[in-house]
Structures are given as structure tokens and as C-alpha cells.
């Protein structure tokens, strides 16, 4: 994500800062929010969910025990958490990470390594399972089927799967684009490589200008990332980066 110069032509006049039509899928695509859920899962799917998820950071404050941190606020302020003689609330022991395995398959020392990602989905599954359901249809949302959203009319959904999104029209123009949201023109059109260049370089531009031999050596290339980290320079914009890499 970053800039990019598009060829586009010399009276091409889509707003500035207005992603391109072309990127955007059209509304008559878009489908009906479900009225009886909000992600396809039912309420009960839902609060499963939540559980299976504490059950989760239950695993994970075992790990912050060694660690000395403290237990995680959503589990320090439960409402009826478990207590000891002086009412303290009781962290969980380490035979909790025997249950957690069992349930996801997965080793012991899996939680206690602070970079895993959450397994609360995991959970929730093989408890659906010891309860002799099926997991890809116990939970589902039955009005939307999973999906979310409910279509308008039939076929929608395989139309807006079809769907590709188009490139604006080429032509002999040149134009500044960014491409950190679906992309949209951040330049007027100019009618050659000098002209862009020399606008990017016009001290009028603020905090955006940048030198004129970066400018051109940027049109040059085409294409810039937002930002660059480099030992050298630290950060810089992409379109810096890329005026730089000549000069060392």
C-alpha cells in the first residue's frame, strides 16, 4: 500500500480523495443484514463462544503466573469468580492446561507461549462435539444460513462472488494515486512525467513536498509503499525511499 502513477486521460476528471467507482463493488451487490443474527451464529452459538474464549484466557493466565503479571481484568472482575478464605479471587491452577489440551488436541506448553493465537474457537467446537452435535450446523443461523446477511434477490450472492473490480480508463495523462485505502486520485492530471514530478516537488504542497530529483526518480518507478524503515534513514515515506535508493 502506498503510491502508484496512473496513465489515465488528459480530461479525466474523477474526484480526488474519492475511491474509483471501479474498486467498489455496486450497492445492488450488497445483501440484507440478517434480522435474526449479526455474524451467522445464533445466540446460543454466541454465548458459547464467549465461554469457550474465557475458558481460553484461563490457559493464558497460567502462563502470566510465571510471568508475574496479573490476572486479566475480565477475570479479575467476574462477577462470581472463585474465592479463598479471604475472598480473594483464586487464579487457576495448572491442571487447567490438561482440560485445554484434551480439548484442542494441542501440547500443554502451547499456552504457556505468549505469542499463540486465541484457540477459543477450538474449544467451543470439541464442546459442541462431546455433546453429540454437529459443529457446522449446530449454531448456525438458520434465517441466513451462516452468511450474516440474507440476499435480495436470487443469485445475488454468486453475482457479487463473480464480481471483479475494474481499473480506471488509460490514456496519455499522469496522475498521482494512492493505494492505502481501494485507491483514489490525490493529483491533478498533467500532461506528461515532468509536469507530475514538478507538481510532487512544488513547495506550495506543504508536508507533502518532496525534493525534485526524488519526485522524478519516483514517477520514474511508478509505485511507492507508505513508508520505509531503514538503518540509514529511519523512517522515511515511500516516495522518499525511493528517491534515496540511488544515493546510498
Sequence with gaps: ????????????????????????????????????????????????????????????DVADQKRGRPLHPWLAQDSYPPNDAQYRVVRPSEDILDLLAGLTGEGKGRFLNPLRGGDGYRIAR?????????????????????????????????????WEPSDPPTGDGWQLWETVSEGSPISPVFGSADGLAGWMSDPARGDRWVPG??????????????????????????VEAIGWNDKG
Excluded at 440478517?34 to 454466541?46: I, K, L
Excluded at 530529483?213 to 515511500?238: I, N, Y
Design 213 to 238: 530529483d526524488v519526485a522524478r526518480k519516483f514517477v520514474e518507478e511508478g509505485w511507492a509503499p507508505t513508508g520505509v524503515m531503514s538503518a540509514g534513514h529511519g523512517f522515511q515515506s515511500g
Design 126 to 162: 470439541k464442546i459442541v462435539e462431546a455433546a453429540g452435535l454437529d459443529p457446522k450446523t449446530w449454531g448456525v443461523c438458520p434465517a441466513c444460513k451462516g452468511h450474516g446477511s440474507i440476499e435480495r434477490y436470487e443469485g445475488q450472492r454468486a453475482e457479487a462472488a463473480a
Design 1 to 60: 500500500m502506498g503510491r502508484e502513477v496512473r496513465r489515465v486521460p488528459l480530461d479525466f476528471d474523477w474526484p480526488q480523495n474519492k475511491v474509483w467507482e471501479g474498486f467498489l463493488s455496486p450497492d445492488r451487490l450488497h445483501e440484507d443484514r440478517c434480522p435474526d443474527c449479526t455474524r451467522g451464529y445464533t445466540a446460543a452459538a454466541e454465548w458459547l463462544q464467549v465461554l469457550a474464549s474465557r475458558m481460553d484466557m484461563l490457559g493464558s
